[in-house]
Every structure is written in C-alpha cells, then in structure tokens.
C-alpha cells in the first residue's frame, strides 16, 4: 500500500482524456468544510462545473482555493505473470455497476448505479439508505453525518491509461464526513473494499491513492511524507498563494487502515473494534512524488 503524488497537472499527455459517457454520476461531501466531489467511476476531487477537476474545495462555500486537481484509487498486480492495473487519475479504468456471476460486468449505464448520497436521520426520522443501494453492496446505516456510497469495476476500456487487460475487481467506496467541531470537520473518510470477481488470481497486488495536489497556485507546491505515521502530504513552498494569500492550508492522506495480510500468531485489530487472529494490518510502504511528465 502507498500513496502516489504527482505534483502538476499534466503525465504522460493524459491530463484531457475523458471516460466514455457511462452512467456517470457525481455528487458532493459537503457536511464540513472539506466540499469534496466524487464520481461513480473512481475519480475523486471530482466537480463537473470546474471540467471535472479541482473538486476539494476548502474551505466549503468558496471557489477561490482548492486542494486537489484529480485523485483515485491504483490497484496494479499479476494474473499469469502478466502486470494488470486498475487505475483512476486523469482519467479512469473503471466503470459504473457491480460485477455479476461469472465475472461478467452489469450495464455501466444503469441508471440504479447512481452515486448515492444520505444525510445521517435526525432522532425518529426513517433511515435514508435505500434497499437498491444495499443491493449494491452498501452499509445499511449511514456512517458519520453525511455519506456517499458507489460501486464501480475496471471490466470496461483501459486503452487511455495503461492499456492492460483488466484485472476484474469490483470496487464498493464509501466516502463520508462529520460535521462536528476540531479535526474531524477537516477530514473526508473513504472506505475500498476490493472484491476480486473476475476469476482470476492477483499475485504481488500494490494499492495506491494517486493524487495530483493542485494547493491553490500550484506552482510553489511542495510535497512530502511521514514514513513514521504513514502519510504523504502537501504544503506551500514558499509562505504566499496566489489563491489562498498568506493562509494557506496543507492536506495530508493517510492509511488509517490499509489491507489485512496473513501473519501466523499476530492479531490484527480493525477500527471498529472486530479482532481478526492471524493477520496484521499492512501499513503503508512508500510514498512517490513524481513531476509533469516524468516516467515513474
């Protein structure tokens, strides 16, 4: 597991690729002050007004300063010793919908595959989650005080990014937020969970947040991580923002719990208390910076 940050707008020529026109949905976590856009299809830091791109806007309610330019989820591994990626930056390897039995892909553009979004009931109200997003795979109950829930799966096209046959994972995201006062009105939560239906075995599987962080004026951004903690983060280089002026935010993406890996004799315990014997949660490895068009 480990984050992938790239520091400017432009990789490989990749920046103005597009998905094709799926069942594309996008919505907003806006229950605190991080307005945080996400689409059905993987992308991240996701607003369709600003070209689908610069989609956390910080603080919510303004259009001056935001965070990040694009950012999604990277799975790479081996099925029969050939590297499979599924991957979402400037554009997405994903699609919209569930993988059905047989590992065969659903409609993407199935209308039911919709980003779905539920605001936390108040005492006595009925709960919003719906039995069609539950079918999909969602939580029965909302988390935190605002939630988005999606599925999507990388069985569609990969010729604009890596160009490799799928690995045939389905995805099930859970975003949500709190609107409570102190750190957690500054954090957007999200949860993978990474179902393998596509009958075939991932070997040597690598995990990975791509993010692009666009810190107001991206020109004097700069990045970095704390291998001790687990975090990539980035900052202003130089103490002024075009955007922002002299009070400039920093962001930083953590692993708060990455994946469970076998490990005989330990114990692994998972945030909401469930105790998991013989396995360990697997940290985070590594953080790489990388510029414009560089190779990686």
């Not at 009925?126 to 999606?150: F, H, K, R, S, Y």
């Not at 995990?207 to 990045?223: E, K, Q, R, V």
Request: include cysteine; proline fraction near 5%; aromatic fraction near 12%.
């Amino acid at each position: 597991t480990g984050s992938v940050i790239a520091k400017e707008d432009v990789i490989n020529g990749k920046k103005q690729n597009v998905s094709k026109s799926l069942g594309l949905d996008a919505k907003f976590l806006d229950i605190n002050l991080c307005e945080f856009g996400v689409r059905n299809d993987g992308k991240l830091a996701f607003d369709p007004d600003a070209g689908g791109y610069t989609g956390l806007w910080y603080p919510a309610g303004q259009r001056y300063g935001s965070v990040i330019y694009t950012a999604g989820l990277w799975i790479v591994g081996m099925v029969n010793g050939d590297v499979r990626s599924a991957s979402c930056q400037y554009s997405s390897e994903y699609q919209p919908g569930n993988i059905l039995p047989g590992g065969i892909a659903d409609d993407a553009q199935d209308a039911k595959y919709q980003m779905f979004k539920f605001n936390k009931p108040r005492e006595g109200e009925p709960n919003p989650v719906t039995a069609e997003a539950i079918a999909q795979g969602c939580p029965p109950e909302v988390i935190g005080d605002q939630m988005l829930w999606c599925v999507y799966n990388d069985l569609g096209t990969h010729e604009y990014l890596n160009d490799t046959n799928p690995l045939g994972v389905e995805v099930q995201q859970t975003t949500w937020g709190y609107n409570q006062t102190g750190a957690l009105n500054n954090t957007v939560f999200i949860r993978f969970r990474v179902i393998n239906k596509g009958g075939n075995q991932i070997d040597s599987t690598y995990l990975a947040i791509f993010y692009d962080p666009d810190l107001g004026d991206a020109n004097d951004d700069a990045s970095g991580a704390d291998s001790t903690n687990g975090f990539g983060f980035v900052y202003n280089g130089d103490g002024y923002d075009d955007a922002y002026g002299v009070q400039v935010p920093a962001m930083a993406s953590d692993f708060f719990q990455g994946p469970l890996v076998d490990a005989p004799g330990e114990t692994a315990v998972l945030n909401d208390g469930t105790v998991v014997p013989d396995m360990r949660i697997m940290q985070q490895t590594s953080v790489f910076h990388f510029i414009n068009g560089s190779p990686i």
